[in-house]
């Protein structure tokens, strides 16, 4: 059986533990974002792992359950993994900075609202 | 009044341009991928330049009616613009090649199919 490509095993990889961390642990997903990191938030911008993480943690919410329907991993030509999820919306820019996977840029979109009655 | 920030003006610009060569000549959408874009289309993927126009060039509708409800757009560590398309979901990463701005990497999910009865 063939493996799956080396950006679909960190794409998937990085989907699978950032949920986890956000589900039991908020506070460590601070390891996953620089200083340079870009969050959008329903359109609300922040910069930095301190401004991303006061945002998380502030989230209205304590728990969360996610709902996974379907994720798309690419390659991206400065060796980054583009990586959108679907359900809970995200998409993550992920690149490799001294040997660790971290979370360049991160967007999130509560799908929903497209589709008021 | 503050100009918008660059990467909003290139981003926004090109979705703007994007939807409108699709809705009138798709064909054209040729100019703006190259021979290393990536495509994912509900899932399925596509290389390259002539795959990802043989895909745009099939589908099955011949108009559409797009219908945008939120952008966000990032700057990128490698100075690409990321940019997320809420309505008909679109994830577009687009690179400065030789002074021109082209799509590298393009993914697609109808949001709809989340939200079964």
Known sequence: MAEKPMWEQIGSGFVQHYYQQFDTDRVKLADLYTD???LTWEGEGFQGKN?????????????????????DHHPTPDSCVMSMVMGQLKVFLLKNVDNKWVCTNDMFRLALHNFGA
């Open 36 to 38: 340079a990191s870009c």
């Open 51 to 71: 401004a991303i993480m006061t945002k998380l943690s502030s989230l209205p919410f304590q728990t969360i359950q996610h709902s996974i329907t379907a994720q």
